[in-house]
C-alpha cells in the first residue's frame, strides 16, 4: 500500500502558473501515476499519467500546457500547470496504480491523496 499527500495548490490568476507536488509513503517506481481533477457538481476527471518509464499521456484539456513529471529517488510526482484559466479551478488529486498504465480513468487507480485546490481567477 502507499499514501499520497499532494501539495502547491493555491489561488493564481487566469495566465499564472503552479506546481503540483505529491509525496508518496514508499517507493512509486513501478507504479502508474497521475493526477486527477474535480470540480464542485462535476465527475473526477484525469488530467495526466506517467508510466515508470516516464512515457507520458494527457487529456485534451492538458495538452500544451501542463507537464507531469516523475522523481522515482525521492518518491515524487509533479504537475507543472501553466497558462492557467478559470475552468482549471478544482481540487487536484494524485493517484497510483501497481501496473503499467492503461485508460486514464478512476476506476484504474487504486490509491489517492486527499486533493490540494487549485483557484483560478479572471
Known amino acids: 500500500q502507499v499514501q499520497l499527500v499532494e501539495s502547491g495548490g493555491g489561488s493564481v490568476q487566469a495566465g499564472g502558473s503552479l506546481r503540483l507536488s505529491c509525496q508518496a509513503s514508499r517507493s512509486i517506481s513501478s507504479y502508474c501515476m497521475a493526477w486527477f481533477r474535480q470540480a464542485p457538481g462535476t465527475e473526477r476527471e484525469g488530467v495526466a499519467q506517467?508510466?515508470?518509464?516516464?512515457?507520458?499521456g494527457y487529456t485534451n484539456s492538458a495538452k500544451a500546457r501542463f507537464t507531469i513529471s516523475r522523481d522515482n529517488v525521492n518518491n515524487l510526482l509533479y504537475l507543472q500547470m501553466n497558462s492557467l484559466k478559470p475552468e482549471d479551478t478544482a481540487m487536484y488529486y494524485c493517484a497510483a496504480n501497481w501496473d503499467s498504465c492503461g485508460l486514464l480513468s478512476r476506476g484504474s487507480f487504486d490509491y489517492w491523496g486527499q486533493g490540494t485546490q487549485v483557484t483560478v481567477s479572471s
Open positions: 506517467i508510466g515508470s518509464g516516464g512515457s507520458a
